[in-house]
């Protein structure tokens, strides 16, 4: 996987002549990811074959003779697992947020480097790309001397210009630039509205720059904004928690506007809006969950508290609740701007203005003032409405995208203990697989367990399922199998000559014959299907 994701990223590194420590630094952050998706990998395939191994050499046997059950056997490797899954919510939590924040950035930065300037003899060299190349006959790395020189400017559309010269030296300045300065040559230019005409001027000396040739990596050292993959859980359950808080007073002030409305209508007298409750604060969300009683309980082991802004935390401040404002500060900044001094949610534009209050919405007076047609009334209400409805929208699917994100962090972390459960049955019952075992069944777990966090991932995006449920079914799946697998783990034998991968084939051949009488096809009790 790491080389794999190196791979993908070596055109944005090569040719640009970075120093060894920024491929370095490259391939560091890159591994975090990494570990995080391969250690539950790397735990069911030790289990897978370190059970495997004990079962074919009989030391499952020997264990059952001394006294030493299956369950006392597992319970070590049950612990291990639960270690091992508790180092990885730290890991995901505090490790891999970070380095994913160091890879964008350092990204972005070699993104932004043009490739440095080398000159090689006897070849067309690209000076400034689609705009000026050069050629040398002979070339002097140690002194930067050239001879025989011919350059091809292309910069101009409007003619083309070739430069000679006998000889000539190229320095760097200190902006970056490269300087070239050439003796005893010619320039001829052909404009392609005079084709028939040629102009040649001779010089002596001549001095030529061309800027952006040597410019350094320049990194970026203010970048405060951070994605879903870059935040730490109380990062983001802080943004779920704000949007929760958003999405209810969206809710609040749609039914306060058709109450409003209603009675309105129904009194023929302008009747205020039922006042808004105070908002309930809780940095966490109001509901318990398991990313809150993280950030509430173990989070503060790491020295993260609720409220903590990017001075004291390393990352950006938790966004501001959203609150609801008056007309006067609404057309103060138009198009929803956020007030100064206020933080926008990560990765979203500020809220809009709230819906005014309906007493002073012109539109829906129906005793002060010149009455309004019922028409412009309704128009000015929908929307009101619609508004209010665009932003409950854009809140909700927010949530769900970061709620998506704090359940896998917590989600590939257990995985390391439902492949303990899941590894040591299946390898207690075909104790030769051996190494086609482990292989075979690391393939075909990892692929069922990968697939359905990307097949849920979006699903719980659009809101077809809760996040919880998208990124915790396969765990609970294969939960479920392994657990059932170990109640049947007692059969196990203390013989090797069976429970190879011949048996598992025999297995699958008699389940397809069983289901091929089912549906008609004429199979005998012994004959089965063909191999």
């Known amino acids: 996987m790491l080389l794999n994701y190196i791979a993908r990223s070596i055109g944005e590194l090569v040719g640009k002549g970075l120093p060894w420590t920024v491929l370095a630094e490259f391939v560091g952050l890159s591994v975090p990811f990494t570990v995080a998706m391969t250690l539950p990998m790397a735990v069911l395939v030790a289990v897978l074959y370190a059970f495997s191994r004990l079962a074919a050499e009989n030391e499952i046997t ?28 730290a890991f995901n939590d505090q490790v891999l947020p970070r380095a994913n924040h160091r890879l964008r ?26 705009k000026l190349y050069l050629v040398a006959g002979r070339l002097d790395q140690s002194t930067n001397k050239m001879r025989e020189v011919v350059i091809y400017d292309l910069g101009d559309p409007s003619r083309r210009r070739t430069i000679y010269a006998d000889s000539g030296v190229m320095a760097m300045t200190p902006a970056g630039d490269l300087a070239l300065t050439l003796f005893s040559g010619s320039i001829e230019e052909i404009k392609k509205a005079e084709l028939g005409e040629l102009q040649r001027v001779f010089y002596i000396t001549n001095h030529i720059v061309v800027s952006g040739v040597g410019n350094q990596l320049s990194r970026s050292t203010n970048d405060t904004y951070k994605s879903e993959r870059e935040m730490s859980i109380c990062e983001l359950q802080r943004v779920v928690a704000d949007n929760e808080r958003a999405l209810d007073e969206s809710r609040g002030e749609v039914t306060r506007t058709l109450v409003a409305a209603v009675r309105a209508a129904t009194t023929g007298a302008p009747v ?37 802004d990017e001075a004291s935390n390393g990352g950006p401040a938790p966004p501001a609740p959203a609150r609801a404002r008056s007309p006067a500060q609404a057309s103060a900044s138009p198009g929803g701007a956020a007030k100064p001094g206020t933080t926008p949610r990560p990765g979203q534009q500020p809220y809009p203005a709230s819906p005014p209050a309906l ?26 409405i619609e508004g209010t409805r665009a932003r409950i929208e854009t809140d909700q699917r927010t949530q769900w995208t970061y709620d998506v994100e704090v359940q896998k962090k917590f989600a590939i972390a257990t995985a390391c203990v439902v492949f303990v459960i899941l590894g040591a049955p299946i390898a207690l019952r075909f104790p030769r697989g051996g190494v086609g075992l482990v292989i075979g069944v690391s393939f075909g777990v990892f692929a069922l367990y990968y697939v359905g966090l990307i097949a849920g991932e979006p699903l719980a ?9 998208a990124m915790w079914c396969s765990n609970i799946a294969f939960t479920i199998v392994g657990a059932y697998m170990l109640s049947r783990a007692g059969r196990v034998g203390g013989s090797t000559r069976s429970g190879d991968l011949g048996e598992i084939r025999d297995a699958v051949r008699a389940r397809l014959s069983v289901l091929a009488r089912r549906i008609g096809i004429p199979v005998g009790p012994r004959q089965g299907l063909p191999a």
Request: net charge positive.
């Open 62 to 89: 020997a264990m059952k003779a001394s006294g030493v059950g299956l369950n006392t056997l597992l319970v070590p490797v049950i612990c291990g697992g639960i270690v091992l899954s508790l180092l990885m919510i």
């Open 105 to 130: 950035t350092l990204q972005s930065d070699i993104a932004r480097k043009k490739p440095t300037f080398a000159l090689k003899a006897r070849m067309v060299n690209e000076v400034s790309p689609g």
């Open 272 to 308: 205020a809006a039922p006042p808004r409750p105070p908002p309930v604060v809780q940095p966490y969300g109001r509901h318990w969950s398991l990313a809150r009683a993280y950030c509430q309980y173990l989070a503060p082991l790491f020295g993260v508290h609720a409220g903590q």
């Open 359 to 384: 007493p002073q919405n012109p539109a829906l007076t129906m005793s002060e003032g010149p009455e309004m047609p019922p028409s412009l009334a309704l128009a000015a209400l929908t929307a009101t």
């Open 461 to 469: 995006q659009n809101g077809k399922v809760s996040p919880f449920l």
